[in-house]
């Protein structure tokens, strides 16, 4: 048994290109206020997730740890649209008004 290699830092950089394969992937992805994001995949079928679940494991592998980037991902979540601010009526980020 090998020495398990820690994880690469995802560059903040990278935000733009992880949040594009993240969405390819069939997933949502959404910040949650400004400090937080999901990668939902609850709403996939058996088949899609089986689809999804290799693509998310290399895009992991990919792009690596990304704990200290929460701030700049949710940054770039919301100047898509894609959030969800805690206490809103919103249950989508899809409800929100669109980015300009």
């Known amino acids: 048994m090998g020495i398990k290699q820690p ?12 949040v594009d394969e993240i969405i390819a992937t069939g997933c949502d992805i959404c910040a949650i206020g400004h400090d937080g994001y999901v990668i ?3 709403d996939l079928t ?9 693509e998310l494991i290399r895009i992991d592998e990919k792009y690596g740890d990304r704990d200290m980037l929460l ?10 649209g894609r959030y969800i601010d805690p206490g809103s009526n919103v249950r989508h980020w899809t409800e929100n008004a669109k980015p300009h």
Request: aromatic fraction near 6%.
């Open 71 to 80: 701030l700049e991902i949710a940054a770039h979540l919301r100047s898509l």
């Open 46 to 54: 058996e088949e899609e997730y089986e689809v999804a679940e290799p």
């Open 7 to 18: 994880k690469r830092l995802m560059l903040e950089t990278e935000i733009p290109a992880f």
């Open 40 to 42: 939902g995949d609850s």
